[in-house]
């Protein structure tokens, strides 16, 4: 009869410890170790051949030595998603994928694994938290050809490994990594230590057998994914979705990839039949009035490597009270920052006044382009004045009121110009070197010139 060890884990960090405290030494957490028994199995495991989450043997080189196989990418079916993923999936890669309960994690992999499996590419479906009957009955409601899609209710990870070395798919999707447990680990399923190991072997099984595998994570009440951060820095891609779950349009964002650009977007609709794909982006971010509305701005911005058309919507009112700033799809911090900007550098101020601001279409802004439109659409309705409808903005504000350039101007004056419009207020940085034809660029360098280029601007 083995030996029975019994060591204290720590469920934030995993450490070890011989005897049980309040907080742990290494990450200082408060009342966060619990029992674990291990036998001597567990204890003196054999080494691996292999080390590492890159399945390969331990050895030194020089760079110039080492062989670079050029990367094959599958495509998924969705050319939005392949957009999010920089051009398809690419062999052996580890997918993470998050989001908000029923925002459509679960269905889109699922039309991804069905296409893959009919375009004559093996793909395995591994469920721990539905039964394949709930699987089943999601393809039926999605119309989804499952005829050649396998799938396995599983949520052990040895048996996972096995079944995928057996049948070799050439991808898998894993649904979720908070239910899948190690026996190398004596912990309950969904802990830090047992998330972190399961998502260690799995790496290391893509790795070394070029499966590529899409794993779903859950979210915190934050947003954030659930589990250890070092979950995120295994794998070589990181997805979530953004989005109201009651809302029509789901949008799906990369905020880390090693294969493609980091905050590319891809935009889709809900409907009956699963997700699908939105060609024209800009278009469902910007909404059309019958005539031009004051707080109204078009800015362009730039999603990982796409130009997007999105509208600013702004409200200036007289405070009841303690002014408020409220701010919807854009940092707070950041609005605050430039109407005080706006009030020293071009002579409009909100001091008593309330001010919202909303991104419309849900999209979250990150990046400075959108500053001065944020400025103009705040100015048009303090002022009560309309801008054209044919009005596009994009510029960054500094703290001394300089309008600085943003990168890819030309891209964001192309697309501005593609759909149509015929006013564009950017920094001076950013104008084309020549005039466009029937299209009149205002190049600006200071706020204040900003400010009185538009509001003069006839509707």
Same mark, same amino acid.
């Given at each position: ?23 742990? +030494? ?73 989001? %908000? ?7 889109? @992999? ?10 004559? #590419? ?73 998330? #972190? ?53 789901? /949008?799906? #964002?990369?905020?880390?990839? #090693? ?15 699963? @997700? ?28 990982? +490597? ?24 854009? %940092?707070?911090?950041?609005?605050? /920052? ?8 071009? =002579?409009?101020?909100?001091?008593? *006044? ?13 990046? +400075?382009?959108?500053?001065? $439109? ?20 994009? =510029?960054?504000? =500094? ?10 101007? *030309? ?14 207020? @950017? ?15 205002? $190049? ?14 006839? *509707?």
């Amino acid at each position: 009869m083995s030996k029975v060890k019994t060591v204290y884990r720590c469920e934030q960090c995993g450490t070890d410890h011989s005897k049980w405290a309040g907080q742990c +030494t290494d990450c200082g957490e408060w009342n966060s170790l619990f029992e674990v028994r291990l036998d001597n199995t567990t204890t003196h495991r054999a080494k691996p051949k292999v080390s590492g989450y890159a399945g390969q043997i331990s050895q030194i080189t020089t760079l110039n030595q080492v062989s670079v196989s050029h990367e094959s990418r599958l495509g998924t079916g969705i050319s939005e998603f392949d957009r999010v993923l920089g051009g398809g999936l690419v062999t052996g890669s580890v997918v993470l994928i998050g989001g %908000d309960p029923g925002i459509g994690k679960s269905t889109i @992999l699922l039309q991804t694994a069905t296409y893959m499996a009919t375009a004559q #590419r093996a793909a395995l479906y591994i469920t721990g938290e539905e039964s394949l009957s709930q699987v089943a009955l999601r393809a039926q409601r999605l119309e989804l050809d499952a005829s050649q899609l396998k799938v396995m209710a599983e949520t052990c990870v040895e048996r996972i490994c096995e079944a995928l070395a057996q049948e070799r798919p050439a991808v898998a999707i894993l649904d979720s990594i908070q239910t899948l447990y190690t026996e190398t680990i004596q912990s309950a399923p969904g802990g830090v230590s047992q998330i #972190r190991e399961s998502a260690a072997l799995l790496t290391r099984f893509a790795k070394h057998s070029g499966t590529a595998l899409f794993i779903v994570g859950h979210v915190t009440k934050e947003g954030a994914l659930a589990g250890p951060r070092v979950l995120e820095h295994m794998v070589d891609c990181v997805l979530y979705f953004e989005g109201q779950s009651d809302s029509r349009y789901r /949008m799906i #964002r990369a905020v880390k990839n #090693r294969f493609g650009a980091v905050n590319e977007l891809g935009v889709f609709g809900m409907t009956d039949r699963g @997700l699908k794909e939105v060609s024209n982006p800009s278009a469902i971010f910007l909404s059309r009035y019958d005539e031009p509305i004051a707080g109204s701005v078009v800015m362009v911005s730039r999603e990982g +490597t796409r130009p997007l058309l999105v509208e600013v919507q702004a409200l200036v009112d007289d405070a009841h009270g303690q002014a408020r700033r409220v701010s919807l799809g854009l %940092d707070q911090n950041r609005l605050n /920052m430039l109407l005080a900007v706006m009030h020293r550098h071009g =002579g409009i101020q909100t001091t008593g *006044q309330d001010v919202y601001v909303n991104i419309v279409g849900g999209l979250k802004i990150t990046e +400075t382009g959108s500053d001065l $439109a944020v400025l103009l659409a705040c100015a048009s309705s303090l002022r009560g004045k309309a801008f054209p409808q044919q009005l596009a903005v994009f =510029g960054e504000v =500094g703290l001394s009121g300089e309008i600085r350039p943003v990168p890819n101007g *030309q891209e964001r004056l192309k697309e501005a110009i593609k759909h149509g419009f015929e006013y564009i207020i @950017l920094p001076r940085a950013n104008a084309p070197q020549q005039a466009i034809k029937g299209i009149k660029v205002i $190049a600006v360098a200071r706020l204040h010139e900003a400010l009185s280029e538009a509001l003069q601007l006839e *509707q």
